[in-house]
């Protein structure tokens, strides 16, 4: 199953989950994220690096979409 196939990777308190059959990343929220590369061979201290990073950009990235989709509810404009 899915699950047998996860590993988890703690970093600071925050739990990643790695899928490597469907190539997802996914935090404790249950954001994820499609990956391409095989973490397998990755040093652990450097992953818990690189996943924090990527779900810090990914929660930046969706914070500014969810801004703009409420400016746009609220204000008449178009963007060319």
């Not at 047998?4 to 970093?11: A, E, L, P």
């Not at 818990?48 to 409420?70: A, G, N, P, S, T």
Request: with cysteine; proline share 1%.
């Amino acid at each position: 199953t899915d699950e047998q196939n996860k590993k988890y990777i703690c970093n600071d308190g925050t739990v990643f989950y790695w899928n490597p059959i469907k190539k997802t990343v996914s935090d404790s929220l249950g954001n994820s994220i499609k990956i391409r590369e095989d973490l397998s061979d990755i040093k652990e201290q450097n992953l818990k690096v690189y996943l924090k990073e990527l779900f810090d950009k990914y929660y930046e990235i969706r914070k500014h979409f969810e801004m703009d989709c409420e400016y746009d509810r609220k204000e008449d404009i178009l963007w060319s």
